[in-house]
């Protein structure tokens, strides 16, 4: 009866066993293998949409030409001074692509003399009294670095004048002159508000047209203007 008994120990828990076993090592498997370890977050990637202001400071150099109406004396005059002022502006970014407007406004001391053509007595001098633009902006943004180009519209208003003045003028003429800008540059985020940049554009004017007895008495006088200008500002974002 032991033998029988044993026997029929054995045929029931060695099957029951193995059983246990199997379903064990399934469960296992399940735990190391079905259910992978979550994938770490995504850090998105700094986005350069919105509302900005900011302030910068530059340098400007270019020059002007007074042309003689009746006489077709050209007197050239090399100018350079600082700038200082702000910009507004807006961003909308489109995957790594970025699109803006922007408008800025300068005081300049970008100013120079020379001695007029034909006029050794006389000194031709010029200036640049403020600068402005209003552009658009387009770039690529790589995370926090943004590199753009810039197109649009420039003005600002300008001063000639000679020394002494000739008999007969007031020996000054002001006047707001009007023209195209285009540029380049770089700007970086330093924070989620705040990004610093450095920009390098040029601006060529129209000729405007300085009457009669104002810096010249033998006639109208035609004054064209060009500048470059590079500057390096603080924006914030808001």
Partial sequence: MMGVNVNKFFKIILPAAALSLSVGGANAADLLFDHPQPAMPYAAGFDWSGFYAGIFAGYGAGGATS?????GSVSPVDVEGL???????????????????????AWSGVEGSATCAGAPAFDCNGSLDWLGTGKARAGVAFDRLLLFGTAGLAFGGITASTTPAAPGATGTFSSTIWGWTAGAGVEVAVSEAMSVKAEYAYHDFASVRAPVNTIANLGATDIKSHAHSVKLGLNYRF
């Fill in 67 to 71: 042309t003689g109406v009746a006489t």
């Fill in 83 to 105: 700038l200082l002022g702000g910009t507004l502006g807006a961003n909308a970014q489109f995957g790594s692509f970025v699109l803006g407007l922007e408008g800025d406004l």
